[in-house]
């Protein structure tokens, strides 16, 4: 199930452009281009739904299995000491995009978070070479 007019169902399809650093058959995961930290990850459903309530079993199972993947890589490749994982549903709950995704925030010791969405300085340099390092064997 895919909607025409939704972001992420565009990114899924290939209509555009994303730093990927994950996918399977259920999921997708990329680099968020306005991050709270710089890896910030987004794993999103490949099933169109607004809220997590409404995904089937399988995507459910499936997003759980890719944010573990996607998480230790974040641990393993930049690396960092720690994650938050983050969840929206509805405006209200501060979702931007009204398609199921799971944010995964790397952390570092000694380091708070303020919880506004960053930048990065050279985004199309940072985030090439985030997806290499994260990619990579």
């Known amino acids: 199930m895919t909607d025409p007019n939704c972001?992420?169902?565009?990114?899924?399809?290939?209509?555009?452009?994303?730093?990927?650093?994950?996918e399977?058959?259920?999921?997708?995961?990329?680099l968020d281009?306005?991050?709270f930290e710089k890896g910030h990850t987004l794993?999103?459903?490949k099933h169109h739904a607004a809220y997590f309530t409404d995904?089937?079993?399988a995507s459910?199972?499936?997003m759980g299995q890719a944010v573990q993947r996607v998480a230790a890589?974040?641990?393993?490749?930049l690396p960092c000491d720690g994650f938050n994982l983050l969840q929206n549903n509805g405006a209200c709950a501060s979702q931007v995009v009204?398609?199921?995704h799971i944010h995964v925030v790397p952390r570092w010791a000694g380091k708070s978070i303020n919880w506004i969405p960053g930048a990065y300085d050279d985004p199309d340099q940072e985030l090439a070479e985030l997806q290499q390092r994260l990619t990579a064997p």
């Open 43 to 45: 794993v999103v459903s």
């Open 7 to 22: 972001i992420f169902c565009k990114i899924i399809a290939g209509q555009m452009p994303a730093y990927t650093i994950y």
């Open 55 to 57: 995904l089937p079993a």
């Open 33 to 35: 281009i306005a991050p």
């Open 73 to 77: 890589r974040l641990l393993e490749k």
């Open 24 to 30: 399977d058959e259920h999921t997708l995961a990329f």
């Open 98 to 100: 009204p398609h199921v």
């Open 60 to 62: 459910l199972d499936a």
